[in-house]
C-alpha cells in the first residue's frame, strides 16, 4: 500500500499536467491567431524588486492572485507593473505567453482588458489542493457587467525558488439569473 504522502504526490503531479495541458490549450490558439514566434523566443522574467524576490517564496495562492491584481490595477499609470504581473507567472505560463511584450498584448486583448479596467475587484478564498490552488476573482467591469475570472497556480519552481505561481487564468461563466452557486443551498 502506497504511504499517503506517496499518493498525495502523485494526485498534484497529475493535477499540475491538468493545468498544464488548460494552459497551452487556451495560450496555443491566442498565439497561432497573433502570428507569435516560437518558444525560443521566450524571456524569463524576473521579479522587478530584487529585495521582494525572497517574500514571493513566503505568498500563499490568493497573497499572489491578489499581488498580481494590484500590480493590473497600477498598469496604465505604471510601467513596471507589467513586469510585476509577468513575474508572479509560472515558467510554463511565461513560455506559453512572452515575451514580456507578447504578454502586454495578451492582457490587453479584449477578453482580459477587463482585468486592468474596472470599477473594483475582489478575490475569493484559495481552494488548495496538495500543490495546486485555484482562486475565483469577481469584478464589475467597466460596462457594469459582472466578470469572473479563476486563477490555476501550482507550487512550481520558479526563478529557483519554490514558490506558488500563477499557470492560467480563465474567465468563468457567469451564474445565470437566480442561481445558487455550487456548494450553497437555496434558501
Known sequence: ML????RHRRRAT?????YAAAVVALAVPWAAEHSLA???EIVQAQPSDPADAGSLE??????????????????RSDPEAAAGVFALASPLNRAATGPLPRFKQLVESPGYACLI?????????AEVDGDVAAVLVSLVADDGRLRLFRFYL??????GRTRWATDAVVEAPPLPPGA????????
Open 3 to 6: 504511504s499517503l504522502e506517496v
Open 14 to 18: 497529475a493535477a499540475r499536467r491538468r
Open 38 to 40: 516560437s518558444a525560443q
Open 58 to 75: 513566503r505568498l500563499a495562492p490568493r497573497e499572489v492572485v491578489v499581488r498580481q491584481m494590484e500590480h493590473l490595477q497600477a498598469w
Open 117 to 125: 479596467d474596472n470599477r473594483g475587484w475582489i478575490a475569493g478564498a
Open 154 to 159: 501550482s507550487r512550481t519552481d520558479a526563478d
Open 180 to 187: 445558487a452557486p455550487a456548494g450553497r443551498a437555496e434558501p
